[in-house]
């Protein structure tokens, strides 16, 4: 069971990974890091079969994590929003040098 | 005078005391209005230098190791500790740090406008850094206090400073932090390799290193306090940051900040590294590059058109007859760069007070904008031509005294050397007389130098101590002299002492016993000191 | 507790007290503390007329002290503090030369602190009274008091008067520190601190940049001196451990070979300390510019005493300058060079201060002739009778300046007041000056029976004596010597005689408006011209050799004081006397052309007289204008000697302008360029590879992403597969 449960949870990762690097719009970055993160639970999850508890131990620290993130990241990307009048990522780049 | 001290128990206290007051006014002076700030710097500096006057009664020099030492455990899993001493090399410095800060201090009243609660708890934290490098014999403490002038000087030069003055403050802070760095990696080998996980100043003595490392080591301390010294080629942070400084900055910068790369190299350089300070290719490089830093300054200063700058030069050149003193490796030489130090810390500091108040006055530092100032200004033309003269070393000046002796102990053992040395003398009045000349003779050919104010009492307040003792020094240096040889003889017999296990042992159990009971019973075990022959007859 | 040097340690400076034993000296140290004490009186008084002076000039007038009826305090009391201080020590300087037993054999050594003390070094400040520091003593405030007193007339009129006598009386002191000073030591503390004071009295009108420039020259010039001196005496020092005369002129034969390299080298740097203070060649060029000075000055520091230091302290180092014959024979010809070279220079000057500078150069060259060859009486001899004549010509050409000075004020235009050219027949206005003068002229003329003709015949007979000794091996060089010696001795005559018929005789130049105001100068300058006048006269009769005394010059066996000096300075000259006789063997009695010392007195004293009598009529039938139209000597060989062999231009062009421009290059180019140059890379690479690195930072958060997914893919490929 362990093999088609990692496996699926690699695919979500990538997928994740892709969409952080190729999308442009904030929100959907956003649900991309979620669905990364979403994938190393599963993979917590999983393992913790065989380890022991300390696997689900820490999905919920990545849950909580998760789920402070959204609610900072959402409100930035809205006070964003605000500014700019949109969430691509390529239209505010201030932050360099 | 010395009873007095001991029934108010001044030795337990002073050392601590000078270190912690001057932070004490820090505070004061921030917690004050900016109105009163000066006024208050001033009575810290002065207290602090009265108190430190007490040193010259109570101290004494006994077998040449530390005195007054007191040690207390600080960050104790690293074998650091607070340790104070001081002795025959220190406590001049420790005088002279004292005196310049309260003169500088006194000096900036008029120069400094802006912020002053900050200018004044910046010169008063300085103090603080200063004393307590010279007073530490703990050499994590030693780093510290040494780390610790660099930003309230950093912070002086970049916001009370000239036109120039950040690039000027960058300059000094990174010449002088490299030459740090390297020093801490340094002294954190010795730390290492020495095994005892202590600090202190005799684990450092008692590392046994072996030549090829005293070498290595050599190097770094050497560029760290070379740089603060300044050798050539490494000064030319020194005309910008004097050029650039107000007016105490460059006091202080000249008579006390400069003294701590000399003062590095007879407390830590030479003790620590024995075997490589002896190293005759070493020898050599430190002598050539000393003769190269008097001659070459005394040129580039004679051709210099703005002032400061000029006595800027002029500090590297002084700086370079301690070097050769020092690296002569003979007792006169040694004495002599001691008197140098302390005479160009007078000399150098009253000729940028004197500077200063010609700024004061008509707001310009180049030379051909004076003129004739002598006729208009005869207590300050009296003043500068002294201060002057102290500073090419006429005799019966403090400069003589030390040039004198620093080109004798090098001519002992280095004759080419102090001979090429000796032309230095030539180059002083080849710099100096022409500014002279020009600021204060010729013909008063400016009308606004014509009412150029003489002296104010405050001023002669200042000036009137600084040539007291370049003439107290020049007539009879017999007493600091005296104070200073039992402790130059420590360093000088454990540069040159005979073969290195036997040294070893023997400093030592010196070291151990100065530390014990340092004045109760200088001669405990005769079998383990040597005989103090040397020490001249004294009297209370 | 520390109180000062205690005995235990004056002790162990290694002096030798002695004074108990032989002979107490009455109160030598206040003889050097009463100029210091009039130097500080002067100063303070000085200081608080400088105050009315510059708070007047603030207000943009000119401060007259002298425009009420009296003169303020500042302006009276230097009158009486600054020659008074002089006279007291003068008379107490008198008091111990006549208390001083004649057979006194060792030095009396009165200690008074440890100056500089050290492990290995002691050098106490202490007073050496002997011999020749008791006739240098003597001379110094003995003189020194009569131009005192001569410049109270001088410069009474001068603002800053009260801040003259400080200087002149400062100068005293070190002076007097010089010649009484204990070690070689204490010596260079005199020998500095007259430089000092000699700088501050050229440049005493300082608002005047040629004066000024003046003092800088003579004090640099004199600083390249005196690395000389420290130099020998630190090889000195390395020899012996000690800086002390005593123990080191008791110890020089049996430490030194004679002829070594290393007593020549000693000596030889001691000579380039000589000759820059003494103005000898190849340092003599800041002599003439010296001149700037008041004129009084010159006659005390740039004439009788501050420059014969030189003289002084190689007759002191005599024992040294014994052990090398080679030096001896370098000092000979220096000084004979000298004296040469100066004389022609003053052969076509203009300036009357000039020529007796040029005058004293050459005379001082004589002195160092004497001493190289061994004569060290004959030198002393000289530097006193100088100091008589020497002083009293400038005293006199000061007189003249003064009274020029007055006319100058009153006459029409532009007058060059110390330009001989404007002078002429001056003898109608200033009779005694003029009288006096001649007499000094006839003096250094070397004119029987004046005190120049004893001494200057003493030198040039020893020269001629010791180049036939038998085994000296520069007698040949000796011979030439004293051939210049004889040349320059006659140039002189004519140089002088020239200077007084062109000021004296002859009609006036000075244009008629003027020459109403000439005068006689005030009996308080006078008095000090006439005493001088008759030193001049008898000053020479202190030493007549016992060759000579039987002959005319000695009156056939009636004069006194036969050999006086040379008995008197025995004790001090007699080692090296026995150490160059043992190695030069005795001095021959006959010249090198042949002929006794009577008949080389009596031609010399002949040629001098045809001299000044032939130039008296050559210079006194030459027709001179007024120097506003007159363009100079005409001639090849007359402009380079008139531009003074040119030795200004050269220096500027080999010294001056090279260490100049080597100061400009080192300063633009070493430490601005490739230092800093270095300096400012290492600040400017570490901008610019942050400015290089900065430009990953896009800004784009996918891009950051895109990044961090590759690094960790690097991560973990390389965990996986290495």
């Known amino acids: 069971m362990l093999t088609p449960a990692l496996l699926l949870s690699a695919v979500i990762f990538v997928i994740g990974t892709l969409g952080v690097i190729v999308r442009k719009n904030a929100i959907i970055i956003f649900l991309c890091i979620e669905l990364q993160l979403n994938a190393v639970n599963l993979a917590f999850v999983a393992l913790s079969r065989y380890t022991g508890i300390e696997g689900q131990l820490y999905v919920f620290f990545v849950m909580t994590v998760a789920a402070a993130e959204a609610a900072v990241g959402l409100a930035i990307i809205i006070s964003i929003f605000r500014h700019y009048e949109t969430v691509n990522v390529d239209k505010f780049n201030l932050l360099k040098w | ?490 360093v000088l017999e454990r540069v040159e002492g005979a073969p290195r296990a036997a040294v070893e042992t023997m400093e030592g159990a010196t070291m151990v016993e100065a530390t014990v009971n340092p004045v109760e019973d200088p001669s405990a075990d005769p079998a383990i000191l040597p005989a103090p022959a040397n020490v001249p007859a004294r009297e209370d | 507790m520390v109180t000062g040097v205690s005995a235990a340690s004056l002790a162990s400076a290694g002096m030798a007290v002695q004074a108990a034993a032989e002979w107490q000296p009455i109160l030598p140290g206040l003889i050097v503390l009463l100029p210091l004490l009039g130097f500080v009186l002067n100063g303070i008084l000085a200081l608080q007329s400088a105050r009315h002076s510059s708070a007047a000039l603030r207000e943009g007038r000119d401060w007259d002290p002298f425009a009420g009826a009296r003169p303020p305090a500042t302006h009276r009391l230097p009158t009486w503090i600054g020659p008074g201080v002089m006279g007291l020590a003068f008379a107490l300087a008198l008091l111990n030369f006549l208390g001083m037993p004649a057979d006194l054999h060792d030095p009396v050594v009165v200690p008074y602190w440890g100056w500089i003390v050290t492990g290995d070094l002691s050098i106490a400040a202490a007073i050496q009274l002997d011999q020749l520091s008791m006739v240098m003593t003597l001379v110094v405030t003995g003189v020194g008091f009569l131009i005192h007193v001569f410049s109270v007339g001088y410069m009474g009129r001068d603002p800053g008067y009260p801040r003259y006598f400080a200087y002149l009386n400062l100068f005293v002191f070190f002076m007097l520190v010089l010649v009484l000073g204990s070690g070689f030591a204490t010596m260079f503390v005199g020998w500095e601190g007259v430089g000092l004071c000699s700088y501050l009295l050229i440049g005493y009108w300082f608002s005047d940049r040629e004066k000024s420039d003046a003092g800088k020259k003579a004090f640099i010039v004199n600083r390249i001196g005196d690395v000389g001196f420290l130099l020998a005496m630190f090889l000195l020092f390395n020899g012996f451990g000690t800086l002390d005369f005593i123990p080191i002129f008791a110890g020089a034969e049996n430490h030194f070979a004679a002829g070594g390299v290393t007593i020549t080298a000693i000596t030889l740097l001691l000579l380039l300390g000589a000759a820059g203070k003494s103005a000898q060649l190849p340092l003599h060029i800041w002599l003439p510019d010296a001149m700037a000075g008041p004129t009084p000055v010159s006659a005390l520091i740039h004439a009788a005493t501050m420059v014969t230091a030189g003289v002084y302290m190689v007759a002191r180092s005599s024992v040294l300058f014994a052990l090398a014959p080679t030096s001896q024979a370098v000092v000979a010809g220096v000084g004979v060079l000298t004296a040469l070279v100066a004389a022609t220079i003053a052969m076509q000057q203009y300036d009357i201060k000039k020529v007796l500078a040029y005058s004293t150069v050459s005379q001082l060259g004589f002195m160092f002739m004497a001493v190289g060859v061994g004569a060290f009486t004959a030198g002393i001899f000289h530097l006193v009778t100088h100091a008589f004549f020497k002083a009293l010509l400038f005293l006199g050409a000061g007189a003249v300046i003064h009274a020029m000075h007055d006319a100058a004020h009153h006459g029409d235009g532009h007058l060059d007041e110390q330009d001989m050219r404007n002078m002429g027949g001056l003898r109608k206005y200033m009779p005694v000056t003029c009288a006096v003068m001649w007499i000094a002229t006839l003096a250094i003329a070397g004119i029987w029976p004046f005190a120049g003709f004893f001494s200057k015949d003493e030198i040039i007979w020893y020269t001629a004596a010791w180049a036939g000794a038998e085994s000296n091996p520069f007698g040949q060089l000796y011979a030439v010597y004293w051939g ?158 008139y531009n003074k062999w040119y030795f200004d231009e050269l220096y500027d062009a080999v010294i001056v302008r090279p260490v100049l421009a080597l100061s400009r290059w080192c300063w633009k180019a070493i430490d601005t360029v490739v230092i800093d140059g270095f300096v400012n890379f290492t600040g400017n690479f570490a901008r610019l590879a942050g400015w290089a690195t900065s430009l990953f930072q896009t800004g784009q958060v996918n891009m950051y992403a895109f990044v961090l997914t590759l690094g960790v893919l690097f991560v973990l490929g390389a965990a996986v597969f290495l």
């Open chain 2, 1 to 490: 005078m010395t009873g007095l001290l001991a029934s108010i128990l001044y030795e337990d206290w002073i050392l601590h005391a000078l270190i912690w007051l001057p932070l004490v006014g820090t505070a004061h002076v921030l917690l004050t209005s900016a109105e009163r700030a000066k006024d208050i710097a001033f009575r810290w500096s002065a207290l602090v230098f009265v108190l430190s006057l007490g040193l010259w009664w109570s101290f004494d020099p006994g077998d040449g190791g530390f005195t007054m030492v007191s040690t207390a455990p600080w960050i104790e899993s690293w074998g650091v500790s607070y340790a104070l001493g001081i002795d025959g090399i220190s406590v001049f410095m420790v005088l002279l740090t004292t005196f310049t800060s309260a003169i500088a201090i006194l000096g900036s009243f008029e120069y400094v406008k802006k912020r002053r609660k900050a200018f004044y708890a910046l010169m008063l934290l300085l103090e603080m850094g200063v004393v307590g490098f010279f007073l530490a014999t703990d050499i994590f403490l030693f780093y510290v206090f040494f780390e610790l002038t660099l930003v309230p000087m950093y912070f002086i030069v970049g916001i009370w400073g000239g036109q120039r003055r950040i690039y000027a403050a960058i300059k000094f802070f990174l010449y002088t932090a490299v030459g740090s760095l390297l020093m801490l990696v340094a002294i954190l080998y010795v730390y290492f390799s020495s095994g005892t996980g202590s600090f202190g100043y005799e684990a450092f003595m008692n590392a046994g290193l072996s030549l090829r490392e005293q070498l290595w080591l050599f190097a770094a301390f050497a560029l760290a306090f070379g740089i603060k010294v300044p050798i050539f080629p490494f000064h030319t942070w020194l005309p910008d940051a004097h050029v650039e400084a107000p007016t105490p900055g460059s006091v202080i910068l000249a008579s006390v900040l400069l003294k701590m790369g000399t003062y590095g190299f007879l407390r830590f350089l030479l003790p620590f590294f024995p075997e490589a300070a002896r190293h005759p290719v070493v020898v050599m490089v430190m002598l050539v590059l000393g003769v190269v830093g008097i001659i070459y300054a005394a040129w580039v200063a004679a051709v210099q058109p703005d002032a400061k700058k000029l006595v800027a030069y002029t500090s590297v050149a002084h700086m370079g007859f301690v070097v050769i003193g020092v690296f002569a490796l003979t007792l006169n030489g040694l004495q002599g760069g001691m008197v140098v130090m302390i005479s160009h810390g007078i000399s150098t500091g009253a000729l940028f007070l004197l500077l200063g108040m010609m700024y004061e006055r008509r707001h310009s530092r180049l030379i051909e904008d004076y003129g004739g100032i002598g006729r208009v200004a005869p207590w300050f033309a009296t003043a500068f031509v002294i201060t002057a003269l102290a500073s090419i070393g006429l005799p019966g000046t403090s400069g003589f005294v030390g040039e004198f002796l620093a080109l004798l102990g090098t001519f002992e053992t280095h004759m080419v050397v102090a001979a090429i040395a000796a032309t230095g003398v030539v180059f002083a009045a080849y710099y100096m007389l022409p500014m002279v000349q020009r600021v204060l003779f010729n013909k008063l050919d400016k009308p606004e130098n014509r009412t150029f104010a003489d002296l104010t009492r405050r001023e002669m307040a200042i000036m009137a101590p600084l040539v007291a003792l370049m003439i107290w020094i020049g007539v009879h240096p017999t007493p600091f002299l005296e104070r200073m040889e039992p402790s130059i003889e420590v």
């Open chain 3, 484 to 641: 210049l010696a004889l040349l320059t001795a006659l140039l002189t005559a004519f140089y002088m005689t020239r200077l007084m018929v062109m000021t004296f005789h002859g009609a006036n130049r000075t244009g008629k408006a003027a020459s109403s105001h000439l005068h006689e100068a005030p009996n308080v300058m006078t008095v000090p011209l006439i005493v001088l006048a008759v030193l001049s006269v008898f000053g020479g009769w202190i030493n007549v050799p016992n060759a000579l005394s039987d002959s005319f010059a000695g009156l056939w066996g009636s004069l006194p004081m036969t050999e006086w000096l040379h008995h008197w300075l025995e004790p001090v000259t007699h080692t090296a006397a026995e150490i160059q006789v043992a190695g030069f063997g005795e001095a021959a009695h006959a010249a090198p052309a042949g002929g006794g010392e009577v008949a080389w007195a009596l031609i010399s004293t002949v040629a001098a007289a045809v001299i000044v009598a032939a130039a008296v009529m050559f210079v006194g039938r030459r027709k001179y204008v007024p120097a506003a139209q007159d363009a100079g000597p005409r001639g090849a060989l007359p402009r380079f000697v």
